[in-house]
């Protein structure tokens, strides 16, 4: 049984910041790169930022470069996705999934809005 829980989400103002967690169940967390998408509505679900098994290789999208930092911790099975300097345009549900992701394991996702 496999089980991604998102949480963190929130409500902030332009500028602002949250951190959003991941934590993993019924999987084998540290064998897989792990990712950070977000869906906002009539949009469809993208790729925010990804790390490697080890967390030695990061990937970001580039409207996300520099305001947010992914990171993870294997022995705890989170994913932890720092969102900086927020934006009206990062509104959105974000979701945890390997990366690539595997469709069963999308779970609620947390939403974030950024208000102007």
């Known amino acids: 049984q496999v089980q991604l829980v998102e949480s963190g989400g929130g409500l902030v103002q332009a500028g602002g910041s949250l951190r959003l967690s991941c934590a993993a169940s019924?999987?084998?967390?540290?064998?897989?790169?792990m990712g950070w998408y977000r869906q906002a509505p009539g949009k469809e679900r993208e790729l925010v930022a990804s790390?490697?098994?080890?967390?030695?290789?990061?990937y970001y999208r580039d409207f996300v470069k520099g305001r947010f930092t992914i990171s993870r911790d294997n022995a705890k099975n989170t994913v932890t996705l720092q969102m900086n300097s927020l934006e009206p345009e990062d509104t959105a549900v974000y979701y945890c999934?390997?990366?690539?992701?595997?469709?069963?394991?999308w779970g609620q996702g947390t939403q974030v809005t950024v208000s102007f």
């Open positions: 999934n390997r990366d690539p992701p595997l469709p069963t394991y």
């Open positions: 790390i490697d098994r080890g967390s030695n290789n990061r």
């Open positions: 019924g999987v084998p967390f540290s064998d897989y790169t």
